[in-house]
């Protein structure tokens, strides 16, 4: 499994460039200033980055029970990604929708938009850091 520096690592880099693109796309595509979009962020970057950290370490316990493996192939990337997206959909929309002053169908609606854009982001995103910072090929601890 990965290390605590490796998932702060790695949930602080796609937070942190995730948010780069989403702030001023989002603040275009929505039509709403880019302050606003920029708070949306910050507060989504934040809860996501708790998420991301809490997620991971759940779904890397889940897969070793599963499979007694941490190798992701791609069906098993898309239902990562699809899992994550959809947790944090529950999380945000509330507050979008109060913070920007929108039903809460309007905030969904928005937030699906955001969400294509993070499937797309999270899976390139995941597989780059993979290749780029490898988990280490140690074996498995025996069961006594």
Known sequence: MRTFKDRVRHAVMF?????????????????????????????????ATIWNFLFNIGFDKAMLHGRGSLQKTIPIRIAHTALFEAGLIVML???????????????LAMDVAIVGFYLVYAFVFNIAHDRAFPIGRKPLPRAS
């Open 93 to 107: 929309i509330p507050f979008v929708a109060w913070y920007l002053g929108i039903s809460l169908m309007a905030a």
């Open 15 to 47: 937070e942190l460039i995730g948010l780069a693109v989403f702030t001023p796309g989002a603040a275009l595509l929505f039509d709403q200033p880019i302050e606003h979009m920029g708070i949306v962020g910050i507060i989504s970057a934040t809860a």
